[in-house]
Structures are given as structure tokens and as C-alpha cells.
């Protein structure tokens, strides 16, 4: 197994994210749930971004030439497949795809910016939950006129080129790292 850098786990983290925040719903009462939900509607519109996936704007555009493809072990038989770009001003690129014990792809991850946690800089995120159900994008360290976050079903993403088009990435991943 190759030893993991700080690049690495900082990468891993987006790719376990989507299944880890299906995970802590699935732990919390479905009254505070349901609670939650109903506050956070009531209390404030969500921006257009949110409502309209082809709205949002990545901070960090995609990118994807070259690439370095990397395999992980993970704990119950799974494993994660890893395509990493090196980009424009030193951006980098970490495009994820999380495989169960018997392959079934569950779940998509694309890390782009300053991935570096020691680097400051915007990042932009990609996560889609197959197993879940659930997907989201996300920028960090937003620079004025970009919007933050984006919540869908997979299938509202999947298709989109201002997430740098997923289903094509995915296809991408397959054919350079032979998954």
C-alpha cells in the first residue's frame, strides 16, 4: 500500500465525504431531520445556484490534461481510483471514483484549486453519493460573483460542463487508470 501525503488524505477527504454525511443522517432522528430541513427553507431563499444547477460557477475551472492515476485500498474489499492534473498557477486537479467490494462505482469526487490544506486559495468540489443518492458542489475561499454551494440528485449533475461534465470525467478516469 503507498504511503499517503497530506495532498493525498486532503484529497481522499472530498472523495468520503458525500458518504459520510449520508452516514451522519442516517444516525440523526428523522424528526431532526425533517426539522432541520423545514427551518432552513422557511428561513432564508436559497440562491439560484442552489435551485439551478446549470447556475452554479465553479471557482476553479476544470481541467484535465495529462494526468497520474493512483489505486487505494479502503476498508471492506473497496478501493479508490485517483486521477490527479497538475494545472494553470499551480492548481491541481484530484478526480476520485470510490468502488465497493464487488466494483459497483458508489460514489464520484472532483478536488480542484488549492488543495494543499497549506496553501491558501479557492477550491472548488464535486462530490455525487451514487449509494446515496446525493450530490453537491462547493466552493471555497469564493472570490466575488462566484456562488458557494450546490445540492442535486446525481443525475442533475452528471451532464453539466460548468462542473467540468462528470459522466465525461468518469469515462476519462476509466480509459487512463484501466478501472
Not at 467490494?101 to 472548488?124: C, E, F, I, Q
Amino acid at each position: 500500500m503507498p504511503a499517503i501525503s497530506i495532498t493525498d488524505a486532503w484529497m481522499i477527504r472530498g472523495a468520503l465525504l458525500v458518504p459520510l454525511l449520508a452516514a451522519m443522517t442516517e444516525c440523526a432522528p428523522r424528526t431532526t431531520v425533517r426539522q432541520t430541513i423545514a427551518q432552513t427553507v422557511v428561513s432564508a431563499d436559497p440562491p439560484p445556484s442552489m435551485v439551478v444547477p446549470a447556475a452554479f460557477v465553479a471557482a476553479v475551472p476544470a481541467f484535465d490534461e495529462g494526468g497520474r492515476c493512483a489505486t487505494y485500498p479502503i476498508g471492506g474489499g473497496g478501493h479508490l481510483v485517483v486521477l490527479s492534473f497538475a494545472g494553470p498557477g499551480g492548481a491541481k486537479r484530484n478526480v476520485s471514483m470510490h468502488y465497493d467490494a464487488s466494483g459497483r462505482l458508489t460514489s464520484y469526487s472532483d478536488l480542484r484549486g488549492a488543495l494543499d490544506p497549506r496553501v491558501p486559495g479557492p477550491l472548488t468540489s464535486v462530490s455525487i453519493g451514487f449509494d446515496t443518492r446525493m450530490a453537491s458542489a462547493m466552493n471555497e475561499h469564493t472570490s466575488e460573483g462566484t456562488q458557494g454551494l450546490l445540492v442535486a440528485k446525481p443525475e442533475d449533475l452528471l451532464d453539466l460542463p460548468n462542473l467540468g461534465t462528470p459522466r465525461r470525467m468518469m469515462d476519462t478516469v476509466k480509459e487512463k487508470c484501466g478501472t
